[in-house]
């Protein structure tokens, strides 16, 4: 069986997509291998077979599935005998509610501060439109983002506490072994190790960091495989 | 077997609080009546027995359980033939971080939006100590809460888009089915509905609206037997 996931590639091999990390994850959570393609910002074209136009796409002999979480639930369903991403029905319903959490929370905050370190790493043929769509997402240039980066960290750390709360009084954040919902947590961090060489999480994150150590040690140090801000974290 | 539930109580018969409704509506999903024992802010001596003086407090025969997120484990692990709060491990582990999310984002936003209407409806016994508390908590008066309610309104917003989201896609936070993660976010707007006037949702909020309908006709209108302004919602 092939298998293939199409990804973001930024500069020096960078592979910086939260969205990506989450299928990137889940087929190491399932036992699987694929091959990496990857896909700038600009390339559009090499993932149109799928009928959209956005990574990560994953291909599985005859199956397409884009959008990161269809490839979580289809990893789940068609790889019962692996171990399961979710823990079950109930966990299959709150991962999504933990991504859509994931997704208007945590990125949410996050996106303003690693934006401009995101544009400084991107392939330079993708520079100027990475500047338009981001300078048009938050309304003001990339250099304002990071005069302000200050407020936007301070910002975050609110929205961090849930998180904070949890790996305080567990391990991962679905228990005593991570799932698709530390991946999910987790890929947001390897997106700001991926382009920003100062770390989003204070010395004092004791319970967040080690975490993240862990997460980053998962499948032999999976994580750890591309180019990064290894000062970061 | 006797089941008593030592729950909140203010002026009018009022039961705001968001924890007791948490231990309450978990109840009822296991098919479980309680007797309730009405307490006030300031008679945490009727609680004493529990080695603490929060509510809710569960007595279950000779067991006695405090804390919202303990009575839920409780009724899982010892009303195993009841239907599930959290539908297997996985499930377990994520409303556990939905209950922090409650707690550390939905409730916190809530929180300086409702407090002053709270003490409107509070026992006049326990006016001077929820006022002096809860001043205390938000470093501000309760008049300059009041006049700040449109501000607080509008951080509330984003804060609500993972539920607003989840709910848009699903009928219930856990699917097709309530459970403990939909009582969960529901006793934040049970809490909003026994001591405010205002509804805290805009007109435009169909899914959030339809969902709250929802769980208020759950369990034979069990949110409903309640003193509680019904204009609001």
Same mark, same amino acid.
């Given at each position: 069986?092939?298998?293939?996931?199409?990804?973001? /590639?930024?500069?020096?091999?960078?592979?910086? *997509?939260?969205?990506?990390?989450?299928?990137? #994850?889940? #087929? +190491?959570?399932?036992?699987?291998?694929?091959?990496?393609?990857? /896909?700038?910002?600009?390339?559009?074209?090499?993932?149109?077979?799928?009928?959209?136009?956005?990574?990560?796409?994953?291909?599985?002999? =005859?199956?397409?599935? *884009?959008?990161?979480?269809?490839?979580?639930?289809?990893?789940?369903?068609?790889?019962?005998?692996?171990?399961?991403?979710?823990?079950?029905?109930?966990?299959?319903?709150?991962?999504?509610?933990?991504?859509?959490?994931?997704?208007?929370?945590?990125?949410?905050?996050?996106?303003?501060? #690693?934006?401009?370190?995101?544009? $400084?790493?991107?392939?330079?043929?993708?520079?100027?439109?990475?500047?338009?769509?981001? =300078?048009?997402?938050?309304?003001?240039?990339?250099?304002?983002?990071?005069?302000?980066?200050?407020?936007?960290?301070?910002?975050?750390?609110?929205?961090? =506490?849930?998180?904070?709360?949890? @790996?305080?009084?567990?391990?991962?954040?679905?228990?005593?072994?991570?799932?698709? $919902?530390?991946?999910?947590?987790?890929?947001?961090?390897?997106?700001?190790?991926? /382009?920003?060489?100062?770390?989003? @999480?204070?010395? =004092?994150?004791?319970? #967040?960091?080690?975490?993240?150590?862990?997460?980053?040690? @998962?499948?032999?140090?999976? +994580?750890?495989?591309?180019?990064?801000?290894?000062?970061?974290?």
């Amino acid at each position: 069986m092939s298998l293939i996931l199409y990804e973001r /590639v930024c500069s020096d091999d960078r592979r910086p *997509s939260p969205y990506c990390w989450r299928a990137r #994850l889940a #087929l +190491a959570h399932k036992g699987l291998t694929p091959a990496y393609r990857p /896909v700038k910002f600009t390339e559009a074209d090499l993932v149109a077979f799928s009928g959209q136009s956005k990574v990560p796409v994953l291909v599985d002999g =005859e199956s397409v599935v *884009s959008d990161s979480w269809n490839i979580a639930c289809y990893l789940e369903d068609n790889y019962p005998d692996a171990p399961s991403l979710f823990g079950g029905p109930g966990g299959r319903a709150l991962t999504r509610f933990t991504n859509l959490w994931v997704d208007h929370g945590l990125q949410k905050a996050l996106g303003p501060i #690693l934006a401009p370190y995101l544009h $400084a790493v991107a392939d330079p043929d993708d520079r100027d439109y990475y500047r338009r769509t981001r =300078e048009a997402r938050w309304g003001q240039s990339l250099e304002q983002l990071v005069a302000r980066r200050a407020v936007y960290l301070e910002a975050l750390d609110p929205v961090l =506490e849930p998180l904070r709360q949890r @790996l305080a009084e567990s391990p991962f954040v679905c228990g005593e072994r991570p799932a698709y $919902a530390d991946y999910l947590a987790f890929a947001e961090f390897q997106w700001a190790r991926s /382009v920003c060489d100062q770390d989003i @999480l204070a010395p =004092e994150e004791t319970a #967040l960091r080690a975490w993240r150590h862990c997460m980053l040690d @998962l499948f032999d140090g999976l +994580a750890r495989t591309v180019t990064a801000f290894d000062s970061a974290c």
